[in-house]
């Protein structure tokens, strides 16, 4: 798989000295978020603005939708908006998170006049936008490269299957994508629709089935530094983990031709902490940041430049942590 990066895993002891209050000075709190990525062993640091700004096609990325209207203490009790503070739970693109870390990733801001309000539009609303909008993470830019052809054989089987067996390719595709496996019956009625062998029928679903497994791989590895065999691993933990997002991610990928596994990369990197501890806590982070886990609880957190902590997955999904690739941790 290439170099490995070498990881210790971090303890509260070797976390930065977080700065306190508002007067902490710069960089923590005029520079806004800071992202890490890790590529080809080189460390690329960017803060919030510099990510926003470099979306594909040089626009701007959108802000999550912010919603005000079911803030809540810590407790659970309902906050109003005029007496919310950093210690408030709001919902930033349909999840819960803390006013302090949705401030950090550059989300909301506090208005002297209005109080908290969202850095999209500045709109303290109650209603916080449209909440079908963008779910928090989704503007990271986890997309696949575009899509390579498929080699030039396995065109003419698709070519000539849709042709003069339409519905039994169809069948035979969502076996296999559903099942891992086509029974001999699919098998038998795409040859004779096709009016070759059931043993030729075989053949070519095995090579186009093996150069679509190839397309997936790449761009997967494209999320991952080029990794190809990291790749591999993370679509066979998807495969076992979370069945249904990876049948969903190769219908896609059937049915249009695209390639697009960049949920499936994110969700391998939030779920690190679950199936791969070690790595999540070796994990190169953004300055002023560390990554420990609780000793009461188990859990990986992320501690913050102003002293609060969150849940890795909840540092994934925010978009504060990308590291393409999250290398494995050397046992």
């Not at 997002?245 to 990928?253: T, V, Y």
């Not at 059937?254 to 949920?263: L, Q």
């Not at 999540?280 to 940041?289: D, E, H, I, R, T």
Request: proline share 6%; charged share 25%.
């Amino acid at each position: 798989m290439g170099d490995f990066y070498s990881y210790s895993p971090a303890t509260p002891a070797d976390e930065p000295e977080a700065p306190k209050g508002a007067q902490a000075p710069a960089p923590y709190l005029h520079r806004g978020a800071m992202r890490v990525t890790v590529r080809e062993g080189e460390n690329t640091t960017e803060n919030l603005r510099q990510i926003t700004d470099s979306g594909r096609g040089g626009g701007r990325q959108s802000v999550p939708a912010v919603d005000f209207s079911r803030a809540r203490s810590q407790e659970g009790m309902p906050r109003a908006h005029a007496i919310i503070d950093r210690d408030t739970i709001i919902h930033v693109g349909g999840m819960e998170t803390t006013v302090e870390v949705a401030e950090y990733l550059g989300y909301v801001r506090h208005d002297p006049s209005k109080g908290w309000v969202s850095t999209a539009d500045g709109s303290a609303s109650a209603e916080g936008g449209n909440q079908d909008g963008p779910k928090a993470g989704d503007q990271e830019a986890l997309k696949a490269e575009p899509n390579q052809a498929l080699d030039a054989q396995s065109e003419a089987y698709l070519s000539e299957a849709f042709e003069k067996a339409n519905g039994a390719a169809v069948t035979v595709a969502s076996e296999l994508i559903e099942a891992g496996d086509v029974s001999p019956s699919r098998v038998e009625r795409l040859a004779s629709d096709l009016g070759i062998e059931p043993s030729e029928a075989a053949a070519r679903i095995e090579h186009v089935q093996a150069a679509y497994v190839a397309e997936a791989t790449t761009a997967a590895a494209s999320l991952l530094g080029g990794d190809a065999e990291l790749a591999a691993a993370v679509l066979e933990w998807a495969g076992e983990s979370i069945p249904e997002k990876a049948q969903e991610a190769a219908l896609h990928h059937f049915t249009t031709g695209k390639p697009e596994y960049g949920t499936l990369v994110r969700e391998w990197l939030a779920a690190l902490p679950d199936h791969d501890p070690e790595t999540a806590l070796g994990a190169n982070m953004p300055a002023g940041c560390a990554v420990y886990r609780d000793n009461a609880s188990g859990a990986v957190l992320v501690r913050l430049p102003h002293g609060g902590t969150v849940e890795w997955e909840a540092a994934v999904r925010g978009g504060l942590i990308t590291v393409a690739p999250v290398r494995k941790a050397k046992r």
